[in-house]
């Protein structure tokens, strides 16, 4: 198997498999609709505290003291959506946050796995990184 096909096939098997963040991990918890900017956006810089999420003109979305909330941000903002469902109970959104980026984690180890057994010669983050950007996905 080529470098190639296996990121095809991880990429495949990803995209079948994958819990959607935060809808699919939202299910049983209240909720209610909060706005996101509908476009890209990346974590800005920490200042006393304070953690940021600007949008690519660097125009500044969200500010808070809360990092799990910025990661609920972020995660939610893979497809870019309009809006999303935010737990009512802020104590949620770290268990949220967490199930998700255990996930995360599964998956990467998993790909790890495999592709010691396939290609034990590749590199791993290389690889990772090609899988994880063609389906828009990132660890914070």
């Keep these: 198997m080529s470098e190639k096909d296996f990121i095809n096939?991880?990429?495949?098997?990803?995209?079948?498999?994958?819990r959607i963040f935060p809808n699919d991990f939202t299910n049983s918890i209240e909720t209610e609709n909060?706005?996101?900017?509908?476009?890209p956006i990346a974590l800005g810089s920490e200042l006393f505290g304070q953690f940021e999420i600007v949008d690519l003109d660097g125009n500044q979305v969200l500010q808070t003291d809360n990092y799990n909330f910025?990661?609920?941000?972020l995660y939610s903002n893979r497809l870019k959506p309009l809006?999303?469902?935010?737990?009512?109970?802020?104590?949620?959104?770290?268990?949220v946050v967490k199930e998700y980026e255990a996930q995360l984690d599964s998956i990467m180890k998993e790909i790890r796995s495999e592709l010691t057994?396939?290609?034990?010669t590749s590199d791993f983050l290389r690889i990772s990184n090609q899988i994880?950007?063609?389906?828009?996905?990132?660890?914070y």
């Design 132 to 139: 994880f950007s063609a389906l828009n996905l990132q660890r």
């Design 9 to 18: 096939k991880w990429i495949e098997k990803i995209e079948s498999n994958f």
């Design 34 to 39: 909060y706005e996101m900017p509908g476009k």
């Design 83 to 95: 809006s999303i469902p935010k737990p009512k109970d802020e104590t949620e959104i770290k268990g």
């Design 117 to 120: 057994k396939l290609i034990p």
């Design 70 to 73: 910025i990661k609920y941000i």
